[in-house]
């Protein structure tokens, strides 16, 4: 534990020293806010879900018309984030809880309540879980708490962070005590931004990464002298002096 603590530690470090400490929202957006987009960006990427979040409130500019709105035209309103069906009837259950739970559509209690009490009341609801309960209590109540998507659960595999971790919630649990304290927010914002621009799902720009000595995964490129990613495929555990990190590009 103490070994991997370091290794996160360490990586957190260089992801901020090559893509820099992320600002925080300022404002934060509201709880109820920050839920509902979250619900929208399950299983689709930012540009849509925001697309769709974007035309919900333009259409609905309070969270009562939305509890109101015909399901249909709710789900034609968030049709470009995907599983419109499922989503609109998710939000539609949420916020319906919300005010039988508050008397309102607001979840400023919250600011009250222990991470712990937060994360149980939130996974309660229909279609929350533990990463989007995660992403309320990090990006709109401003508390220590790391989430983890499928993409920082490739990422934080692929580093040997969580290994034998086999889903986002495993790896949920298990970084759990390894997030350096103060860095849950940097150290989340910077992998999204890394595994889009380097550590891409397919086809990742080993040739660039600064982690390259850091990593473990199985399907990583060799790095040449020339610091370009070599064809052949390795499957060894590189030494650190073999490599030099080098600055990311296009970021």
Known sequence: MAALKKKTARIARLLELHLGIPERRTPPPEPLDMLVATILSQNTNDKNSHRAYTELRRR??????????????????????????????????????????????????????SNGRIIEELTGLKGVGAKTAACVLLFSLGRDVFPVDTHVHRLCTRLGLSAGSTSPERTYAAMKELIPPGKAHSFHTNLI????????????????????????FEGRFERRSDGKAAKKRVHRAPSPADHNFMLLDNV
Do not use: H
């Open 60 to 113: 609905y500019p309070t969270w009562e018309l939305v509890a109101e709105a015909r399901p249909a035209s709710l789900q034609s309103a968030i049709r470009t984030g995907g599983m419109a069906g499922q989503k609109s009837a998710n939000i539609r259950e949420t916020l319906a809880s919300i005010f039988r739970r508050y008397g309102k559509y607001d979840l400023s209690p919250l600011r009250r309540k």
């Open 193 to 216: 931004r890394f595994g889009r621009t380097v550590c891409r799902s397919s086809n990742p720009r080993c040739g660039v990464c600064p982690l390259f000595a850091q990593c473990r």
